[in-house]
């Protein structure tokens, strides 16, 4: 593997055959093949070394530390190795702020900016936390639990045993038993995954077992945390985190959650929450493109429309992975491939032929690891009032203090459609530009206004998608000497 | 507070988190070496000057803003520790008054 070379300073783009945006399971895969078959391919990666967040860590991790983790994680092993050892060139911290519909992308790294023309875009950033707001969820203290796992997988940290994870999805049971590998127990977990849910998700249930090894690990999981005696509430609603107040005056971290079940409200005492709604696509590339998107009423995301092949509405240009739609790792190394082999045959590198004979096996296996997804997707479905009705004290823009009373307010304004709502009110116009708040606001509009999510649809995305100082841009254009 | 989960050794780093001198590893990010000192809180939120921390460690969600060698608003995950690199968080909305 070669690394590309850090000062990006150029006055015009360098061409590549392909360029793959993530290195995660998807981009690493499409990188690979691209690079087997003759593209010239450059992957640029916003994170430091290669695996995305599922296999992050796993090049730099010791053996004992990786075994933790548990199988699925050691699997990207393999798939990191083939990757670093291929000719792909591989640009870490980069973070890509624009990209157009003839593929060029800009990107910033080591205080420089450049940029670089691709016959073939493959986006494959993947996937982040569902942002789900409830009142008190900015404060110090509470995180996602992907983030918490982040710093168990990239740093071998654990919290204190003070801790509650909460919330609906396998995301919770794996991060616990991972903690329990470590040798430590927290205080209890809050599954929000409801009665209701799991009755719907029964009907999906026959064609689940097809995938019997993920449902086995499930039960595994939360056998074992039962066993090690940590308290699991069920069918738990409404969450709420609390603030200490010193003299009633100063707000400072989280001191204490509430939520509701079947026997009342809870109150309990904790020092750090880590919460998980399960995970939507990042489709900041896909807006920023103007891609066709669909709003996927079971995931509860807006998705870009793509072919098999990964193919969007824009000539050229490629998703792969969770950044399509959640569907997994080994899904996500498979959509690598066949995008990757379009790419290929499109440039000229391979013929019809060759590319459908090596892509038939990937289609075949996507389709069998899609058997267990229609029922995760109806079990772990999130907490719909929550998601339509927040308390209005609820910060829904964290970036800039925007709670759900004053979108509420917006909208009895009569501010209509989510542009006009972002002008008025400031939402999605912060540093995550919308990242985080750009679903939950679309819910509390279409709640509000009685209208699909569909309609209400998203935050216009305009460049730099990403954080750009003035002094990267201007090493785009070196002064020029007469 | 986060305590690491083994005690594989690896190389020190000592570098300066408002002033006082830390230590973190070298694989440690800002945030991670952050957390790791009990520092949960490392600015406040710009309009209602309320407390905030890092939410998603991995650089969508622009709370774990911290000034690193006099830069302002560098995302802390996204940024390793290094030998003698100066952090501070802020304890004010929009106030970059630590020396």
């Known amino acids: ?482 | 507070m986060f305590t690491r989960s083994d005690d594989e050794k690896s190389k020190p780093v000592l570098f300066y988190l408002n002033g006082r001198q830390v230590q973190g590893q070298e694989s440690d990010t800002i945030a991670s070496a952050l957390l790791l000192n009990g520092i949960a809180t490392n600015r406040k939120s710009v309009l209602a000057n309320q407390p905030r921390g890092p939410a998603c460690l991995m650089g969508v969600c622009y709370e774990c803003l911290v000034t690193i060698n006099g830069k302002h608003n560098q995302q802390a995950c996204q940024h390793l520790i290094e030998e003698g690199m100066r952090v501070e968080t802020s304890t004010e909305a929009g106030s970059y008054d630590q020396s």
């Open chain 1, 1 to 482: 593997m070669k690394r590309a070379p850090k000062q990006a300073v150029m006055t015009k783009a360098e061409q590549y055959d392909t360029v793959i945006i993530g290195a995660g399971p998807a981009g690493m895969s499409a990188a690979i093949t691209c690079s087997e078959y003759g593209a010239k391919t450059l992957v640029l990666d916003e994170q430091m070394s290669p695996g995305g967040q599922i296999y992050r860590g796993i090049s730099h991790q010791q053996a004992q530390h990786k075994a933790l983790l548990g199988p699925d994680y050691l699997k990207g092993e393999q798939l990191v190795n083939a990757f670093i050892h291929s000719s792909a060139q591989y640009q870490p911290s980069t973070r890509v702020w624009h990209l157009d519909d003839d593929r060029h992308a800009h990107f910033s790294v080591d205080g420089g900016a450049g940029i670089v023309k691709a016959k073939s875009l493959i986006i494959s950033s993947g996937a982040m936390e569902r942002p789900l707001p409830f009142k008190g969820w900015t404060l110090p203290g509470v995180m996602y639990a992907g983030a918490a796992q982040i710093l168990f997988k990239s740093h071998r940290l654990v919290p204190s045993e003070n801790t509650i994870v909460a919330g609906s999805g396998p995301l919770l049971y794996l991060l616990v038993w991972q903690y329990l590998q470590a040798g430590r127990k927290i205080k209890a977990v809050v599954d929000f995954a409801s009665f209701n849910n799991k009755v719907s998700s029964l009907k999906y249930l026959p064609k689940a077992l097809l995938a019997y090894p993920y449902l086995l690990k499930g039960m595994k999981y939360q056998r074992e945390i039962k066993k090690a005696g940590i308290p699991i509430f069920t069918g738990a609603k409404r969450l709420t985190a609390i603030a200490n107040k010193q003299n009633n005056l100063e707000v400072n971290c989280l001191d204490k959650i509430t939520f509701e079940d079947n026997s009342g409200i809870h109150s309990l005492q904790c020092e750090h929450l880590l919460t998980h709604f399960g995970i939507i696509p990042r489709i900041q590339f896909t807006q920023l493109l103007g891609c066709e998107h669909d709003w996927d009423e079971r995931q509860l995301c807006w998705k870009p429309n793509v072919s098999r092949w990964g193919e969007t509405s824009k000539a050229g240009i490629y998703v792969a992975g969770d950044g399509a739609s959640i569907t997994g790792a080994v899904t996500a190394e498979l959509s690598g491939k066949l995008a990757a082999l379009h790419s290929l045959k499109e440039q000229g590198h391979i013929e019809i032929a060759e590319r459908e004979s090596l892509a038939m096996p990937c289609f075949k296996a996507r389709e069998q690891d899609a058997y267990i997804r229609p029922f995760l997707e109806a079990y772990f479905k999130p907490p719909q009032e929550m998601l339509s009705h927040p308390d209005p004290e609820t910060i829904l823009c964290r970036c800039e203090d925007v709670t759900a009373q004053d979108l509420a307010n917006a909208i009895d304004a009569g501010h209509e459609n989510i542009n006009e709502i972002k002008f008025f009110t400031r939402c999605g116009m912060g540093p995550c530009q919308g990242r985080q708040c750009g679903q939950s606001v679309a819910h509390f509009v279409a709640n509000t206004r009685n209208e699909p999510v569909s309609a209400v649809g998203s935050y216009r995305a305009r460049p730099p998608v990403s954080n750009l100082s003035l002094g990267e841009l201007a090493t785009l254009y070196p002064e020029e000497k007469e």
